[in-house]
């Protein structure tokens, strides 16, 4: 079997493009080094192969089912968990009080990758559980922390958000999952949440709900909203786990992929009172929960890249070892057979694939580096960091979702009639991916998220940072071998973006919101490719200086970079003029269809 | 449940758009009338959504396997080839003296679009029985004709086509399976073939094999390869079935999808002779085998178009039932929630499946009425329509099973997370689908035959006809209300194709086959929209005559379509450009890759 994703390529990300190692200079960072980061790397890497990957195909063929009242998961599942908790994986990097390795969050996110690329599924619990404690520690009061997160670092609870409503779905604004305060000042929680990952199961000793709703009287939409704390078992005042919250399993939904995470309705306060705590100020609590959900859009971006990735790996080993057909140019029916990565149309579709997922990668490692920067970098660049982060994220979340999935089309595609079979992983991770573009907000949602808010945000600060970090990078690159076409592509790529924002931006008032946000995904789709055009500038750049000094191996590793940002170059950002033109034009078509046209 | 298609949009593309009943005056179909035709459509309907659409999920979910040697499969299959059967649709298009109807193809095809769109797996059955009896009819003897079609025609046997072997893959010149001359005349088979669709099942009492063989002795490559009938059972000289002829099951293969078609590895000569007829000449195997995979590559358009169809309406009908969410515009949170089919970003993905499913239908259908032409039109235009459609076959083919994926994906994310369950069929025609971009040629092997040998053919005539039909379809659409937008956008592919094939063509020999072909993918792509803009064109200009005097639900359907070629001339014509540059520059990334700079 291929390997899940390449060392190599993730240590040139790491110390290459970005420079991780000199976080260690940080005050927070200074107990570390290059190997603390490289002997956690590993680890990372043992723990997935050995009891991730050992079953994900598995877990796809045995979908979580309900035994006696009980969700039932393959076995392996648990010793996933207790592997990936044994390596302390779940409080790496939280505070060393806390029994964390202050790990940095890009090292965290690239520890994370090698879980997603080995099995999607399975590492959806952990991911969950962290996504929860690092809410509770932005939000919780100090009891809340003791009681509730502690044992979410320890691995012995689990998380997760429930926030979506089967009459609601993605429109937040009209939950109606309701809290009432009781005596004690907690919360009496009644109500249905619908898609809730990881919301049953026997993995850990407890579940801890984050769970949106509506104190009673609080006004309708977005700002009547709250968060509250709600335990699948009660917690005594010693921390040991009580008697049932009256979380009820109302059914497991029954996907196409992603099988290995469970997918729940719940009824919260059935056959019994649910009891829950406010977390965060009432009223504000979506605001609480998009601190768990803009990580968890950068998550679900790295996710898709991973099984983009492992994607990538597993028809790249094919197509070395699959010998099929000759050169076109070869007229001797005698001849020997070729491998299929000789065929020029293969070497395009691998290239294609290595195009989307390193640069995924790039891109998804980059947003966690800003994270660090913001939380431990120079005070004067923190706000326009923010910014340029909050600006990227609906790019990180559904540009990898989105060629991701064309990437494991391609992969499929270099198999033939192979790739179609579960005989290979491929197509468990199409089926996988698949949900990408749709959790943690749609393609649409992103769309409106970057056109609707980012776009506009402090005077427009956000795509100023962006590109003057783009033209820094571009000035970097002047004269440098090798490099020409990818830099001629971005700034064209740059300029057409700039345009296109320009004109619709200036006529924002005269459209309305309504036809403002019509081609709201043709800005996700121009800016997207520019900025991974971007990361692709930025990794030509550490391979054309690397290169010169390179030898074997590595050589071939730095001219595979190259000729990637070539590729990117040629075939991908001149899609960008398309979608840009559309934006600019503001045009209509979709505006003025009618629902009784179709 | 949603319908699998739209009847409304049947008759308009057979006849506002195609001139369907004007066949009629052909000597062949003077026996027919519209209302023949429609009460064909009609009976196709009923049987499609009686005994094909009711057991599409079963299917799914219980893919054929083996028990005690035999092939099983849910019994509602054999019911519904039963009803199939009993329509009269194996043999409608034949001459009458042969139990048909000598219906026209571009009905036949019409016929057969009801059960690609209500059960895409079960239909795989008759259809392969129908190319394979079209060809017998084309290359048998009388006497073979007699023995093993007729039984085809009335339902009786079912048939096969058996070219790839597992160590060949699409590489056909490599085939190994051995015919050896018996002293009879007849042939012993030997080997072992892959990915056969329908290779083993109870369903019919005989199953006819068309096999690519090489006889001993033959020269290397293509030129060495002749054609057998192989049945599963020998034929007895009253033309009962006999005893075993010694094809053995070796394996099935378990896809994602389409699994409703049993897929199986065969092995011929296993415990026993295998016994076969030489059909049409020795060493012309491949060319005869073309006449059933030319036929076969329009049948997986057209598959594949209505397999988007299906989604489309099922997505269609959610978008209008769904409530969620407000306009943009809308800042009153107690305001009723809307239909999703009134959010910008919805009608967009809805708008974008019309333009791709009823684009291709109108291609499928347009290529099914060549073919009439080439039968029964006038003697002086045959010549011309072959290369005309001998040019469009591999877009035919490669279009729509490319951007019928597109559409389904759209379909999904339209849905949300309730498409991305199994409690709605479009996951199912998702994977279903996937096949369509591999099977009867990859779309490398299109990408090809496009620009390797279509436009080239007979000094580019074919290419110089599609010109002709669109220039002259511009021409009729001059001055028309409501079809600007498409008819310029399609002017400017049209130019844009042009000077990009010019260009390449000019250079073929100084590039040499391998560099000349790198970038085929882009030949297929741009010719492919622009094609289906045309037929964009010839809708919207049939819209267009339409209209003036439509009432109700007319007048929206007309709309419908003026909108559908305005989203394509706007969203997706713009995109012949990049394709275009890119092959006319004959960009060498990835003819420069290395294998091992991956």
Redesign the interface.
């Known amino acids: 079997m291929a390997p899940f994703l390449s060392k190599r390529d993730l240590q040139f990300q790491l110390y290459e493009v970005l420079d991780t190692e000199s976080l260690t200079s940080r005050p927070r960072f200074t107990d570390h080094s290059r190997e603390v980061y490289d002997d956690v790397l590993a680890l990372a890497y043992n723990v997935a192969d050995k009891y991730f990957a050992n079953h994900t195909r598995e877990a796809d063929l045995n979908e979580p089912h309900v035994v006696d009242g009980k969700v039932k998961l393959v076995p392996a599942v648990q010793a996933a968990m207790n592997a990936f908790r044994d390596a302390g994986f779940f409080s790496a990097h939280h505070d060393e009080e806390l029994g964390g390795l202050q790990l940095p969050w890009v090292v965290m996110q690239a520890v994370q990758a090698h879980f997603q690329a080995a099995n999607m599924g399975s590492s959806g619990y952990p991911f969950l559980t962290i996504g929860n404690a690092n809410l509770q520690r932005e939000f919780g009061t100090p009891e809340q922390q003791l009681k509730y997160m502690l044992p979410l670092l320890e691995g012995r609870w689990f998380g997760t958000m429930a926030l979506?409503e089967p009459q609601?779905?993605?429109?937040l604004?009209?939950i109606t999952t309701s809290a009432t305060q009781r005596d004690d000042g907690k919360y009496t929680i009644s109500g249905t949440k619908?898609?809730i990952s990881g919301g049953e199961h026997e993995l850990s000793e407890n579940i801890v709900h984050l769970v949106l709703a509506r104190i009673k009287g609080a006004?309708?939409?977005?700002?009547g909203i709250s968060l509250f704390i709600v335990p699948r078992y009660r917690v005594n005042d010693d921390g040991t786990v009580g008697e049932s919250n009256n979380v009820v399993l109302a059914g497991l939904?029954?996907?196409?992929?992603y099988r290995g995470t469970t997918n729940t309705l719940l009824n919260f306060g059935e056959g019994g009172e649910t009891g829950g705590e406010l977390i965060s100020e009432a009223g504000k609590g979506l605001s609480a929960m998009f601190h768990m959900m803009n990580e968890a859009r950068i998550g679900v971006g790295m996710g898709a890249v991973m099984l983009g990735y492992a994607g990538y790996m597993a028809s790249?080993e094919y197509a070395?070892e699959r010998k099929?057909?000759r050169?076109?140019?070869s007229k001797d029916?005698?001849g020997p057979?070729v491998?299929i990565?000789?065929?020029?149309?293969?070497?395009?579709?691998?290239?294609r694939q290595?195009s989307f997922v390193e640069g995924g990668l790039a891109l998804g490692l980059y947003a966690s580096s800003l994270v660090d920067d913001i939380a431990t970098g120079m005070d004067d660049q923190k706000a326009d960091l923010s910014l340029l982060l909050d600006l990227l994220t609906p790019i990180v979340k559904s540009w990898p979702s989105k060629y991701s999935?064309e990437s494991l089309?391609d992969a499929?595609?270099v198999l033939?009639?192979a790739?179609?079979?579960?005989?290979y992983p491929i197509?468990m991770y199409?089926?996988d991916n698949?949900?990408n573009?749709?959790?943690e907000g749609?393609?649409?949602i992103q769309?409106?998220d970057l056109l609707?808010r980012k776009v506009t945000q402090a005077n427009g600060r956000g795509l100023a940072v962006l590109v003057e970090h783009m033209t820094a990078d571009l000035k970097g690159s002047e004269g440098l071998d090798g490099v020409a076409e990818i830099r001629n592509a971005l700034q064209t790529a740059i300029s057409q973006c700039g345009a296109a924002f320009k004109a619709i931006l200036s006529r924002a008032a005269e459209l309305?919101?309504?036809?403002?946000?019509?081609n709201?995904?043709s800005a996700l789709e121009m800016l997207g490719h520019t900025v991974v055009g971007w990361m692709w500038l930025r990794q030509a750049v550490a391979a054309a200086n690397a290169l010169s000094s390179a030898k074997g191996d590595d050589q071939?590793?730095y001219?595979?970079k190259l000729?990637a940002a070539?590729?990117f170059a040629?075939?991908e950002l001149?899609?960008v003029?398309?979608h840009a033109?559309?934006l600019a034009s503001a045009?209509a078509?979709?505006?003025?269809?009618?629902?009784?046209?179709?």
Chains 1, 2 share one sequence.
């Open positions: 979506s609601a779905g993605s429109g604004a009209d619908m898609w006004p309708a939409g977005v700002k939904n029954h996907k196409m992929g790249l070395k099929q057909g050169h076109a140019s029916p005698n057979m491998s990565i000789e065929h020029a149309d293969v070497k395009r579709l691998l290239l290595k999935q089309s499929i595609q033939g009639g790739g179609y079979t579960r005989d197509e199409y089926r698949r949900l573009p749709i959790h749609t393609e649409g769309g409106n609707g309305g919101p309504d036809l403002y946000l019509a709201a995904n071939h590793f001219r595979g000729q070539r590729f040629v075939y001149p899609k003029k398309a033109d559309l045009d078509t979709t505006f003025e269809m009618q629902g009784d046209w179709f």
